[in-house]
């Protein structure tokens, strides 16, 4: 994968060497959250593990990798697969003063990238806020990245992540079976070609949206 122009920007974000903080904006313009990258410092945060472990759980239906989350595999995570993998960046949403979930990026290279991650875990901000928190993201990767697509996976069944990434933009709709394997204990489902069927009859659809010419 030829690395993004940003990959250094990147680095220093998650070092802390450098801050990044994106506001997100309702559709008058106004501030209603933030968006604020996971950084190596939030490796000692306990509140922050904690939040993103119990989420994880709550919502395991929604990841195509099934598995009980702890702390210590959350920390561990982050540390050796988020910030260790060049185009990849988890963003906490913040709004009320709290952190009430994250939505990020992964795979990013010169021409493309995948909107990845995204998850409410608490009902607090405003109601479409994760839809706003989408946008800016999309629009910060085409301005900042220059990246000329962005791509998006969502389940079929999931009718509120289906409406929420209409909302930000997103076409394409192709819809792709989902194959279940099972490796020491663990379910992952992967993902196969756009017209074949499911066993388990379970599907996803693959979003885009494209830079403008």
Known sequence: MTLNAIQPRLDDVIAGRQTLKLDILDDESQVCGVLRPLTRADLDDADIIRKLTEWRNQNMANF??????????????????????PGQ??????????V??????KDLSRDEVLLD???RGERLGHPKLFVYAGRRLVAWLLQEAAVRRVHAYVMTENVAS???NKQIGFSGWLRHPLIKRVKNGETHWEMGASGESSPDERYCFRLVI???E
């Open 162 to 164: 289906v409406m929420m």
């Open 210 to 212: 494209e830079q403008p």
């Open 100 to 105: 009430i979930g994250h939505f990020g990026f």
């Open 89 to 98: 960046l988890l963003f906490l949403v913040c709004a009320d003063g709290q």
């Open 117 to 119: 991650n995204a998850m």
């Open 64 to 85: 195509l990798s099934h598995f009980v989350a702890t702390p210590e595999r959350t920390r561990r995570w982050m540390s050796e697969v988020l910030f260790k993998t």
